[in-house]
């Protein structure tokens, strides 16, 4: 018999202005958030202090939680090919701290996420959070302007949870 | 009159399989070398490791010699937007390294740096490259196969020591 290690997966959807952040395992049948919340960066400040303020935020959740995994969602390339690239800044910064931290880095394609979640690849930003919010009542209600920042956040960290078979993507 | 702190600049040409470096300074009207090298890393190692062996290098060269800049190149998107994005891994180490460490991040575009090092901005990197053996004989016989990636590191040093007045990109 293999003693499976319960899983904590802190899921992030990274942003150089707003970054969504859920934490959560899985007990018995039910999904039970640890913590979760929204990081705001002014974008006054320069990108390498931001970089860090994120670096840091992140870090001291995963000296204060007993996390065991990283997940994101694998990032598309849009119109703006600066904004795509210090993506890749903040990315680096969470495979840095998983690996400093011996965590393993989930990374899933945002159909992954989708059809994880609502059972639908193709699903909308407004039904991954419908959903979300039926899961979790209170985030309707003390987060009613979120810009699916959160909940897009909480959606990969439920991909984690719900995947039998957990990628690791690091090539 | 106001004191002039001497500029140490630590100039990166990062890359996920090979890396130059160069770290120098300014001394009267000759440029100094204090160290420079190559950076390999093995393809078959996970990205987070490789991003934390690069993040650890550099750590490693920033507590060991007086360092007050760190110089870089803007990066251009090529075909592969998946090596862009990791990439910008790589850089988001950087900023975080700059701004822990209290260094200066300096960045230059292609055609800035190889005009300070050639006086043309649409210079080869086999030009840079004659011109950097050139200014270190020494270079030239050590590093007989070098593909470019130690004199392009040295050429965006020397882009830092030669513009007066250097931009500090952090948006």
Redesign the interface.
């Known amino acids: 018999m293999s003693i499976k290690k319960e899983k904590i997966i802190l899921g992030i959807d990274p942003g150089l202005h707003i970054s969504g952040f859920g934490i959560a395992r899985q007990v018995g049948s039910s999904i039970q958030l640890l913590d979760r919340g929204i990081l705001k960066m002014n974008p006054k400040k ?4 931001r ?2 303020i994120f ?1 840091d935020f992140f870090l001291e959740k995963i000296k204060t939680l007993p996390i065991t995994c990283i997940a994101l969602e694998t ?1 598309y ?1 849009g119109k703006n ?1 600066q904004s ?10 969470l ?2 701290l ?3 931290n011996n965590l393993e ?1 989930l990374e899933y394609t945002p159909p992954e996420v989708k059809a994880a979640v609502t059972g639908f690849g193709g699903a909308s930003k407004e039904q991954v959070a419908t959903l979300i919010h039926r899961l979790f009542p209170p985030l309707k209600t003390q987060n009613p302007n979120d810009p699916y920042d959160l909940t897009d956040a909480i959606a990969v960290v439920l991909c984690g949870l719900w995947r039998s078979s957990s990628p ?4």
Not at 168 to 171: A, Q
């Open positions: 320069g990108l390498p202090e970089i860090t670096h990032p390339l090919t795509f690239l210090k993506l890749g800044y903040l990315r680096g910064c495979y840095l998983s690996h400093q880095l690791f993507h690091s090539r």
